[in-house]
């Protein structure tokens, strides 16, 4: 069965310092799609980034940057020089039945807090 | 283009009472999903749709029916609410690459 992980319930940081979200998923499709979401504290769900499983290049969106490394079946997000606008909850999430339009299995969230 | 609008935003009912909640999206995507967000369990899918007048269901779909008569709305409906279903719920929609949500419900149930 699918799983995603995100053993980092809660993470604090000052602003500017670098920071990195964990994922790690389970899966036994060979063809699946990886996404983050952000939830800012104002509640709604923030797509950032989706990524296929034949893809394993890094990605990077300014201060953000993803690495999927399927020999470990991780998905890792970086947040750069974090700001205070960077806190909120972030999810890792996984489709399944091996399209990107299936069902999302999400981990239970990392809140990262970015103190001034 | 107001993507994925959910109504109402928050609602209290007392147990036993009933509510629909909708969801709307205006940019002509075929896949709608309805999740529950609860503290520490991150979202949960309810019921799902592949397209106008087919549902199915989810990973918790037990106490909610839910019906898509036209592509861009999707109903979830509570018939018996109980305390148990007190959460936050996000309607979902996607043209096959990723959800794009909506702002959320907050349902309390007494």
């Known amino acids: 069965a699918q799983k995603v992980t995100q053993a980092q319930t809660e993470i604090s940081v000052v602003e500017k310092e670098d920071v990195t979200l964990d994922c790690v998923y389970e899966?036994?499709?060979?063809?699946?799609?990886l996404f983050w979401y952000k939830q800012p504290p104002s509640g709604e769900l923030v797509f950032l980034i989706r990524r296929n499983s034949f893809d394993e290049q890094n990605e990077i969106s300014g201060r953000y940057s993803w690495n999927f490394q399927k020999s470990t079946s991780s998905f890792n997000f970086t947040i750069t020089a974090s700001q205070v606008v960077d806190s909120a909850v972030y999810f890792c999430?996984?489709?399944?039945?091996?399209?990107?339009?299936?069902?999302?299995?999400f981990g239970k969230g990392t809140k990262l807090s970015v103190k001034p | 283009n107001a993507g994925v609008t959910q109504t109402p935003k928050f609602r209290v009912l007392k147990t036993g009472q009933s509510m629909t909640l909708l969801c709307a999206q205006d940019?002509?995507?075929?896949?709608m999903y309805w999740y529950r967000q609860d503290p520490g369990m991150g979202l949960r899918l309810i019921h799902y749709?592949?397209?106008?007048?087919?549902?199915a269901k989810g990973e918790v779909p037990d106490g909610y029916n839910v019906s898509r008569l036209k592509k861009q709305n999707f109903l979830l409906g509570l018939e018996s609410a109980a305390p148990s279903q007190t959460s936050v719920y996000f309607c979902?929609?996607?043209?096959?690459?990723?959800?794009?949500f909506g702002p959320g419900t907050r349902l309390t149930v007494l």
């Open positions: 999430a996984l489709t399944e039945g091996g399209g990107s339009q299936g069902n999302l299995i």
């Open positions: 940019m002509n995507h075929e896949y």
């Open positions: 979902a929609s996607s043209p096959g690459t990723a959800q794009f």
């Open positions: 749709s592949v397209g106008e007048g087919t549902t």
């Open positions: 899966t036994r499709d060979t063809t699946y799609y």
